[in-house]
């Protein structure tokens, strides 16, 4: 029911049921004003459950938004803006909410106690998977999931402040007034659509004026100052090292294809103040979970902010002066106030209302909406007809960031409560409610002097005025769970009650860690943040420890529920790989070539001719023309590492096994790198472009660690060299130029004409191509007369266009990485399937490259006993018996007679493939003492596909084993 | 976490690569022996408390640095060039 006639409405939907709502209030008041008090299912019983309370903590009205792909479940009803066709259903019921199949549930839970499940579904084991497990997810459980991509966008986003308030109540706000006035640079975050906090639901006086036209003025202020940020519907949701802290925001306004819906924030403070108030909690009744039974506090913010009356006859209950405060309220706008009924002998009288003192509500009545509750007053018992049932247990300071950091809180028996222990996170000091400070005037006192205090920390000079506001005491007598019979829910959104906790401390379950995860309590969405004091009561209550020595559990974030979505946004898709293309992209796209990833780069697979119908055919084509005509790859992905200075030959010396002081200038040499653990790190060729400056390449996988690592060796191992590297992968674009008319083909574009004499094989220097500087490179990963030429980024394509061009008229073209993998496993030459990070330069053949001249990184490592010998599984050929037989990497390697199990494996296939050039299948692997078994027939077993084969052991060069043909 | 790059100021953790302790400054000789090698290589203390160890500032100015930092308080209290560290 409404109190005013609203101004202008809106329309939303509940469970298919057309609504109308004032624009921009939460779904929980708009329910409330409609009447609907059944709005949700609990988790395990599947009791009928309403609107608990007005904020993030809310533990019953959790509801699905939206549908399909979008759909969102578990959102709070309370933190929910209501706008135009907002689609809400209800969730964990079926088939209604109304009349729920599995409210049997209920009835049989004497049996489902804490523990049940760890008590009954032990065995047999196979019913684990086929019956426990779906039953079990079915009948327990809140919102689903579509299981369809979210379609939804979500944002990050990073703050920098040098102070972070954290909540704008009277002391959040009156924190930020006196660090902005300051001239700190302030952010101030609150989870609510409004600032103001407790005061926009109270009726109080602040500076003689309404306590809501004060936080106006405040705001006003607040906006004013160009050093604070305002951020409304912004919760902190976790406090980190370093003053770092979370913090999610939600955006105003219905969902739409082009905003985001949410931003994860990481606000970076140099002190940050914790004002987050204070949360409500219940006391323990029988029955105590009906819909229409709300926190006092909540049916207070229900009519003063939002203008909605939660029930006709409303009955108060509680423990502590604060609970008065709803039913001076309720009578102050005509709503009947039923009963109040303090459990305290000495509460004071404060309207003219019924009040019971020393009183307690035993029962309740009404299974979809409260009817009637049943109280104990005088030793004897008396019914009171009541819709809305206000109670208040007293105030738990939130102290949950507080704790962020394994800080533990304090008790404080008067409040009984506990308080924010100091010092908890470095440069967080708390002021007002979460500090258990409540009156109004306390609070905004509070947050000045705080408030002030860290601003002369920063160097500031504030200043602090503190307007008059109210005083009221809070006297509190704590009463956690009422005796007698019936179940008393604790927590709400997990249906645990006291007889729960009661269970697990019999069960000797005394910790509270241990009750939290025997009983379920203060799990879920909620964290316990209503549950959370009283369960522990009852637990000490019957350990018969006290609270302070019972503690609590361990508060972690986030503080309310952050999707994963928000948290990791931007992250998805092209955000989480990004593609790195080569200046011959658009070429090869062009070309039909199906572009593979290597690493974050995209390389061409190989290129389509008319015709083809397997990718074999392309690529034995591909083969042939570098084998008797010319080829034109791009290998510009390769890493390129520019080293300059006059200690750059000693460096290299000290990161690859064999010397490159003693290369000349205008030479290339091929450098095997290893890790200091005396394993194979990389390979590659470097060129000597000066005496002083060398260019390095890597593998294109390996270009950032091998940059990292010659950073690491230039600044962690050898800060005596003076040398200087960088990467200048991107800014060189370079193509291979492989086969008997490589030279021919590139003569039409040079601008002088190449011969033997004056570059050889493993030469290097500058070249003039078309007219642009370039380099040049006499290397060879094929086996053939090759060179690899290379040209500013910037004309990349226009040079690969013409390569590809002249190698055509020549019988030759492009070639991709199919072809580029056939050539080198042809020649025997290694890559990352054989340099895989356990292997050693003895086990691919290359221990000679280790110079016993100077030492290198892993030189000492890979000396140690085992690294090297006959056990050592050593790179090798494989050729197929049946030539037209696949071999397949990844197969085992045995001896021709022996048991294809694990124990009999002599070692593994790295790469295959189908050779064009010597017309038989051929393969690289490591078996035990390789290179004393060429000529040997073993036996490859492919146990995945299914394959096996016998295989001769050969030298891994299984083509033109002297090299002429790259040299000559 | 944030660490104070001392050229570049307090920075986010995501900019900096992690190494390992900063034992890795104090390279053996290659004739150490085994031992030596070893410990240099595998063997580290697993401390509850202060700890030194070698960040790589990959998203910002390229230095490794030596950052000291405890384990348990996740306190960072400097971080300095390991290019200048003392060996």
């Given at each position: 029911m409404?109190?005013?006639?609203?101004?202008?409405?809106?329309?939303?939907?509940?469970?298919?049921?057309?609504?109308?709502?004032?624009?921009?209030?939460?779904?929980?008041?708009?329910?409330?004003?409609?009447?609907?008090?059944?709005?949700?299912?609990?988790?395990?019983?599947?009791?009928?459950?309403?609107?608990?309370?007005?904020?993030?903590?809310?533990?019953?009205?959790?509801?699905?938004?939206?549908?399909?792909?979008?759909?969102?479940?578990?959102?709070?009803?309370?933190?929910?803006?209501?706008?135009?066709?907002?689609?809400?259903?209800?969730?964990?019921?079926?088939?209604?909410?109304?009349?729920?199949?599995?409210?049997?549930?209920?009835?049989?839970?004497?049996?489902?106690?804490?523990?049940?499940?760890?008590?009954?579904?032990?065995?047999?084991?196979?019913?684990?998977?086929?019956?426990?497990?779906?039953?079990?997810?079915?009948?327990?459980?809140?919102?689903?999931?579509?299981?369809?991509?979210?379609?939804?966008?979500?944002?990050?986003?990073?703050?920098?402040?040098?102070?972070?308030?954290?909540?704008?109540?009277?002391?959040?706000?009156?924190?930020?007034?006196?660090?902005?006035?300051?001239?700190?640079?302030?952010?101030?975050?609150?989870?609510?659509?409004?600032?103001?906090?407790?005061?926009l639901r109270e009726r109080e006086q602040i500076d003689g004026k309404d306590a809501r036209a004060w936080v106006a003025d405040a705001l006003a202020e607040l906006d004013a100052l160009p050093n604070v940020r305002c951020m409304t519907r912004t919760t902190v949701t976790g406090a980190y090292d370093q003053g770092t802290y979370g913090a999610l925001e939600r955006l105003a306004g219905a969902r739409a294809a082009d905003k985001p819906v949410e931003c994860f924030w990481r606000i970076v403070a140099k002190r940050a103040i914790l004002c987050a108030?204070?949360?409500?909690?219940?006391?323990?009744?029988?029955?105590?979970?009906?819909?229409?039974?709300?926190?006092?506090?909540?049916?207070?913010?229900?009519?003063?902010?939002?203008?909605?009356?939660?029930?006709?006859?409303?009955?108060?209950?509680?423990?502590?002066?604060?609970?008065?405060?709803?039913?001076?309220?309720?009578?102050?706008?005509?709503?009947?106030?039923?009963?109040?009924?303090?459990?305290?002998?000495?509460?004071?009288?404060?309207?003219?209302?019924?009040?019971?003192?020393?009183?307690?509500?035993?029962?309740?009545?009404?299974?979809?909406?409260?009817?009637?509750?049943?109280?104990?007053?005088?030793?004897?018992?008396?019914?009171?007809?009541?819709?809305?049932?206000?109670?208040?247990?007293?105030?738990?300071?939130?102290?949950?960031?507080?704790?962020?950091?394994?800080?533990?809180?304090?008790?404080?028996?008067?409040?009984?409560?506990?308080?924010?222990?100091?010092?908890?996170?470095?440069?967080?000091?708390?002021?007002?409610?979460?500090?258990?400070?409540?009156?109004?005037?306390?609070?905004?006192?509070?947050?000045?002097?705080?408030?002030?205090d860290v601003a002369r920390d920063l160097g500031l000079k504030p200043q602090t005025t503190v307007p008059a506001a109210d005083d009221a005491a809070y006297a509190i007598t704590p009463l956690w769970a009422v005796p007698g019979k019936g179940r008393k829910w604790i927590d709400f959104q997990n249906d645990v009650h006291v007889k729960d906790i009661r269970l697990a401390a019999q069960e000797n379950f005394r910790s509270v860690e241990h009750m939290k995860r025997y009983t379920t309590q203060g799990m879920a969405p909620d964290q316990g943040k209503s549950s959370n004091v009283v369960a522990l009561a009852v637990l000490a209550d019957a350990t018969g420890r006290g609270i302070p020595e019972t503690g609590t559990t361990t508060f972690r974030p986030p503080y309310v529920p952050v999707s994963i979505a928000a948290m990791g946004a931007g992250s998805q898709g092209k955000g989480f790989a990004p593609e790195r293309f080569t200046t011959s992209h658009q070429a090869s796209i062009a070309c039909d070539a199906p572009m593979i990833e290597a690493g974050l780069w995209y390389r061409p697979s190989y290129f389509p001719q008319k015709g083809e119908t397997h990718w074999r055919q392309s690529c034995d084509r591909e083969v042939g023309y570098v084998r008797n005509a010319v080829g034109v790859c791009d290998v510009s992905t390769l890493g390129k590492i520019d080293i300059q200075g006059p200690d750059a030959a000693a460096l290299l010396d000290f990161v690859y096994t064999n010397m490159f002081s003693?290369?000349?200038?205008?030479?290339?040499?091929?450098?095997?790198?290893?890790?200091?653990?005396?394993?194979?790190?990389?390979?590659?060729?470097?060129?000597?472009?000066?005496?002083?400056?060398?260019?390095?390449?890597?593998?294109?996988?390996?270009?950032?660690?091998?940059?990292?690592?010659?950073?690491?060796?230039?600044?962690?191992?050898?800060?005596?060299?003076?040398?200087?590297?960088?990467?200048?992968?991107?800014?060189?674009?370079?193509?291979?130029?492989?086969?008997p008319q490589a030279r021919a083909l590139l003569n039409t574009v040079l601008d002088q004409p190449l011969d033997d004499e004056t570059w050889p094989f493993m030469a290097c220097g500058a070249v003039d191509v078309a007219g642009v500087r370039g380099r040049l490179f006499r290397i060879s990963f094929s086996g053939e007369h090759a060179y690899e030429v290379a040209v500013p980024a910037r004309y990349g394509e226009s040079l690969f266009r013409m390569l590809v061009a002249q190698a055509e008229v020549m019988g030759g073209g492009p070639y991709g990485m199919?072809?580029?993998?056939?050539?080198?496993?042809?020649?025997?030459?290694?890559?990352?399937?054989?340099?895989?990070?356990?292997?050693?330069?003895?086990?691919?053949?290359?221990?000679?490259?280790?110079?016993?001249?100077?030492?290198?990184?892993?030189?000492?490592?890979?000396?140690?006993?085992?690294?090297?010998?006959?056990?050592?599984?050593?790179?090798?050929?494989?050729?197929?018996?049946?030539?037209?037989?696949?071999?397949?990497?990844?197969?085992?390697l045995f001896a021709k007679d022996a048991a294809e199990t694990r124990v009999n494996s002599q070692g593994y296939v790295t790469s295959a493939c189908f050779s064009p050039t010597l017309q038989t299948h051929l393969a690289l692997g490591f078996v035990e003492n390789g290179r004393a078994r060429h000529g040997e027939v073993i036996k490859l077993r492919d146990h995945l596909r299914d394959i096996t084969e016998e295989v001769e052991v050969c030298d891994p060069v299984f083509f033109d084993p002297t090299g002429g043909r790259a040299r000559g | 976490m944030r660490i104070t790059c001392p050229n570049c100021g307090p920075r986010d953790r995501r900019e900096f690569y992690y190494q390992g302790d900063?034992?890795?400054?104090?390279?053996?000789?290659?004739?150490?022996?085994?031992?030596?090698?070893?410990?240099?290589?595998?063997?580290?203390?697993?401390?509850?408390?202060?700890?030194?160890?070698?960040?790589?500032?990959?998203?910002?100015?390229?230095?490794?640095?030596?950052?000291?930092?405890?384990?348990?308080?996740?306190?960072?209290?400097?971080?300095?060039?390991?290019?200048?560290?003392?060996?």
């Open positions: 409404r109190l005013q006639t609203p101004e202008k409405t809106v329309t939303f939907t509940f469970d298919g049921r057309r609504i109308k709502a004032v624009p921009g209030e939460p779904l929980s008041a708009a329910l409330l004003a409609n009447g609907i008090k059944l709005v949700a299912r609990s988790f395990k019983y599947h009791r009928p459950r309403g609107v608990m309370s007005a904020g993030s903590e809310e533990q019953n009205a959790l509801v699905t938004v939206g549908h399909g792909a979008q759909a969102e479940p578990n959102v709070r009803a309370t933190t929910l803006e209501v706008s135009e066709g907002l689609e809400v259903s209800s969730q964990n019921a079926w088939p209604s909410l109304r009349y729920d199949a599995l409210a049997v549930n209920d009835l049989v839970s004497p049996f489902l106690a804490a523990g049940f499940y760890y008590k009954t579904f032990m065995w047999p084991r196979s019913f684990w998977e086929k019956l426990y497990e779906p039953v079990i997810r079915r009948a327990a459980g809140l919102g689903g999931l579509s299981g369809e991509t979210n379609p939804d966008t979500y944002e990050k986003a990073f703050a920098f402040c040098d102070v972070l308030v954290i909540g704008a109540g009277p002391a959040g706000l009156m924190a930020a007034l006196t660090a902005g006035r300051a001239g700190a640079d302030v952010i101030i975050a609150d989870e609510d659509t409004e600032m103001g906090g407790r005061l108030g204070a949360l409500e909690r219940p006391i323990a009744f029988p029955n105590n979970d009906r819909p229409g039974i709300m926190m006092a506090s909540a049916v207070r913010a229900y009519v003063n902010r939002w203008g909605v009356a939660p029930g006709k006859a409303v009955a108060v209950f509680g423990n502590n002066d604060d609970a008065h405060r709803t039913a001076h309220d309720l009578a102050e706008v005509g709503i009947k106030v039923a009963a109040v009924i303090d459990s305290r002998d000495d509460a004071k009288v404060s309207g003219d209302y019924p009040l019971y003192t020393g009183a307690q509500v035993i029962a309740t009545k009404g299974r979809h909406g409260l009817k009637s509750i049943t109280i104990r007053h005088n030793g004897g018992t008396r019914t009171i007809q009541a819709d809305c049932l206000a109670m208040s247990g007293g105030w738990n300071p939130t102290v949950h960031l507080t704790c962020h950091m394994n800080g533990r809180p304090t008790w404080r028996e008067e409040i009984a409560s506990f308080v924010p222990t100091p010092d908890s996170i470095p440069g967080m000091v708390t002021a007002g409610a979460c500090n258990g400070t409540f009156s109004t005037v306390a609070c905004l006192t509070e947050g000045a002097d705080v408030a002030a003693t290369l000349k200038v205008g030479r290339v040499r091929y450098g095997l790198m290893l890790r200091e653990d005396g394993h194979v790190m990389d390979d590659g060729t470097t060129a000597r472009l000066g005496a002083q400056h060398f260019v390095m390449t890597t593998t294109t996988a390996a270009a950032g660690l091998v940059m990292r690592h010659l950073e690491f060796v230039l600044q962690v191992l050898r800060p005596d060299l003076d040398a200087k590297i960088i990467s200048v992968t991107e800014q060189w674009a370079q193509f291979a130029v492989a086969g199919e072809a580029l993998n056939v050539l080198r496993i042809e020649k025997g030459f290694i890559t990352h399937a054989e340099i895989h990070g356990r292997t050693t330069a003895f086990d691919i053949g290359m221990g000679r490259m280790v110079s016993a001249k100077k030492d290198c990184i892993g030189k000492a490592a890979a000396a140690r006993p085992g690294l090297s010998g006959e056990m050592r599984q050593q790179l090798v050929g494989l050729r197929a018996k049946s030539p037209d037989h696949g071999l397949s990497a990844g197969a085992h | 900063a034992l890795a400054l104090d390279r053996p000789a290659e004739d150490a022996g085994l031992e030596a090698w070893d410990d240099y290589l595998h063997n580290r203390e697993n401390p509850a408390g202060d700890t030194a160890d070698l960040w790589f500032h990959e998203a910002g100015c390229g230095a490794w640095l030596v950052v000291e930092r405890n384990t348990v308080t996740h306190a960072v209290h400097k971080a300095t060039l390991a290019e200048k560290a003392k060996r």
